[in-house]
């Protein structure tokens, strides 16, 4: 059975703001194509994920999101543009289409005049040199002897999405023992589904991973945003979080501070804004 663990110990009610995190088992994706996609949308495996654990903690001090796409500068001069005809083609099988571009790419090059003839010699000229050990590129023969360069066509480029990561501080300060016992269950919960898993002593299975979400009462926050399932990349807790040791009877630190680096397991997708909370900001 799962446990059920939250701090603080009050009574929560339809307008109380909180975070609900679960712990639940890594399930693979495998390499099926419905289990692929279906890990790409959700971030897990095909089989239901089995909860290890839920904890509830109250709403982090600083609630941030970010989202990320990665771009990149790319560059085509005219010969490479001339070439890349001819090498299409040559790979979609056509071979008619493919002799008749090379004479075509022969006759763009020769159309440059004087630039093509130029390139062509900057081009051959460096390789000849870079069989004595040089470096040395064709640009670089151009930029030497004529003062240019090839007009590389500079273009930001989509390289493909990213994946957020988010960190979450907690300050835990119980009021009285029973509250100190729960926080140290919280803890020690965290860190052991953060952990990997012996598994015969040959491998290790992947360790646990965190469904994050906000609540408010018994439903999703309505404003606040989703996440995916994550990894936990980092924990750290604090056990002096008033500045100096102090504790309980017991030995429970009177006040300690939680810090959590969490890292989704899958991008985000213009389709995954359908299944998110409607009247919230989404992803």
């Known amino acids: 059975m799962a446990k059920s663990l939250r701090y603080p110990l009050a009574t929560l009610t339809k307008e109380s703001d909180y975070l609900f995190m679960t712990i639940e088992k890594y399930k693979p994706a495998g390499f099926k194509g419905d289990q692929l996609r279906q890990r790409l949308s959700r971030g897990l495996g095909n089989s239901r994920a089995t909860t290890q654990a839920s904890i509830i903690l109250p709403i982090p001090t600083t609630i941030t999101d970010s989202n990320g796409i990665s771009w990149g500068s790319g560059t085509l001069n005219a010969f490479e543009r001339s070439a890349l005809g001819g090498a299409k083609d040559a790979f979609d099988g056509e071979a008619a289409a493919f ?40 640009s670089q023969v151009l930029a030497r002897s004529k003062g240019q360069v090839l007009n590389p066509n500079m273009e930001l480029l989509f390289n493909g999405p990213t994946l957020r990561q988010f960190q979450f501080e907690f300050q835990f300060v119980p ?24 598994d015969g002593g040959v491998f290790i299975r992947t360790p646990d991973i965190f469904q994050v979400t906000y609540k408010k009462g018994s439903g999703d926050h309505p404003f606040l945003n989703s996440f995916k399932p994550m ?7 604090n056990y002096t979080g008033s500045g100096t040791y102090a ?28 299944t998110a909370a409607p009247n919230g900001v989404g992803y």
């Open 99 to 138: 002799l008749g571009t090379i004479k075509s790419t022969g006759d763009e090059l020769f159309n440059l005049g004087g630039q093509a003839g130029e390139g062509l010699k900057s081009n051959l000229a460096a390789k000849i040199v870079r069989g004595f050990g040089s470096n040395i590129t064709a």
């Open 175 to 198: 009021r009285n023992q029973k509250e100190g016992q729960e926080v140290k269950k919280i803890i020690r919960e965290i860190k052991i589904g953060s952990t990997p898993k012996l």
């Open 231 to 237: 990894a936990l990349t980092s924990m750290s807790v």
């Open 247 to 274: 504790t309980y009877e017991d030995g429970t630190p009177v006040a300690m501070n939680m810090s959590l680096t969490f890292q989704e397991l899958a991008p985000i997708y213009s389709d995954d804004y359908k």
